[in-house]
């Protein structure tokens, strides 16, 4: 009987929403995604395709235009994205972006973005990460004073995801430099209405291809006193640390579906491929790979479910979902290096699937806080 990596939390319910997740994936997705990567960017209008579809934000409340799902639909979505190495829609760094709305916004902040963004017509996007500034959030250098009734905004950011389509970004900035982490807040930026906002080049990446990443820039940006997220100053170091563990467990369900697509391409290709005189599958040495293989494949299936259904129910602490972005992305890149070599020269063509897994896996241990941070994140938890 074939190993079974199917997720433990699956229902008739959640299968349904599979099936439409893996239609969109493939008949949308997958037929834009090389255009995607040669420009940089998805067309603007495929977010307002992928909206139409119910595919964004799908555990955002009923109350605010969402579909009223929860972090298992998510789920749905990244998994299908990942396996498939179809990452050309980030819609993870927009749910997230969506969820600080969601968990800090005031009542009139959630009503005003939060419908917009789960239509694609907003396409959510997050500014903390600095030129000089990364893991590192109290460092930042990004100011915004208050000028009566305006904040005035002044700084740049850079390796920003989803930032040359944006049209509401959540910037990270000090409002108060002497009060150390209560001296920061965040602010909404509408890119439509913010003169003095202006999007540097995209910026080349070895993976990743079809993300826009770029760097912002705000020069004496004004902005209305309720762009200011949750409407209280100093609290945006609180509210970005609050949110961690959906960003990280977002990570880690990408990695392990990334694992298990990886695993499924290769096994295709070695039953499939010959070598002196029989299947590359039937010599001992690739039995033993795939074994290895599939045994972290299954294991980071087990924890990561488990993640997942704690998610859901908001019970994921933020060491645990540290956990969870630290070893699965670390065994992504051991999954996707082993399956890389048993398709030898073929694995280094961008012919085949698994060389853009390759490269797609190395960020997955640096954004959303390097695995450096996340181990010392656990540390302090022991």
């Known amino acids: 009987m074939p190993i079974d990596f199917s997720p433990t939390w699956a229902n008739e319910e959640l299968d349904a929403w599979r099936e439409s997740v893996v239609r969109f994936v493939e008949d949308e997705v997958a037929p834009a995604d090389a255009k995607a990567r040669e420009q940089g960017h998805l067309d603007p209008s495929f977010w307002r395709r992928a909206g139409a579809l119910g595919m964004l934000c799908t555990d955002i409340p009923e109350a605010f235009g969402g579909a009223g799902g929860d972090f298992r639909h998510e789920a749905v979505v990244h998994e299908e994205l990942a396996r498939r190495s179809l990452l050309s829609l980030n819609t993870g760094v927009h749910s997230i972006a969506a969820h600080y709305f969601l968990n800090h916004g005031t009542h009139q902040q959630k009503e005003a973005f939060l419908p917009r963004m789960v239509t694609g017509e907003l396409v ?3 500014a903390m990460t600095e030129p000089g500034a990364g893991s590192d959030v109290q460092a930042i250098r990004t100011r915004a004073r208050l000028d009566g009734e305006e904040w005035v905004l002044n700084g740049s950011k850079t390796f920003i995801s989803n930032g040359y389509l944006a049209g509401v970004i959540l910037v990270l900035a000090k409002t108060d430099p002497n009060a150390g982490a209560k001296g920061i807040s965040i602010f909404i930026v509408e890119t439509a209405k913010a003169p003095g906002f202006r999007v540097g080049k995209l910026i080349e990446k070895i993976g990743l291809k079809g993300q826009d990443t770029t760097e912002l820039f705000f020069d004496d940006m004004r902005l209305p006193s ?23 467990t977002i990570i880690g369900v990408s990695s392990v579906a990334a694992m298990e697509g990886a695993l499924a391409a290769t096994l295709t290709y070695v039953r499939e491929r010959q070598v002196f005189g029989q299947r590359l599958a039937d010599l001992q040495n690739t039995k033993f790979k795939l074994a290895e293989i599939a045994t972290q494949v299954k294991v980071a299936r087990a924890f990561i479910d488990d993640c997942i259904k704690r998610l859901a129910a908001g019970t994921l602490d933020t060491a645990t979902a540290s956990m969870a972005k630290l070893w699965c992305s670390e065994a992504q890149a051991r999954v996707v290096d082993e399956c890389l070599q048993l398709f030898g020269g073929y694995g280094y063509t961008t012919e085949y699937m698994i060389s853009r897994m390759y490269t797609d896996a190395r960020i997955q241990r640096i954004y959303g806080g390097t695995n450096e941070i996340m181990k010392e994140v656990i540390s302090r938890a022991l």
């Open 124 to 126: 959510g996007a997050l």
């Open 226 to 248: 309720i762009a200011l997220l949750g409407g209280i100053e100093g609290r945006g170091f609180a509210q970005a640390m609050g949110d961690l563990p959906y960003e990280r």
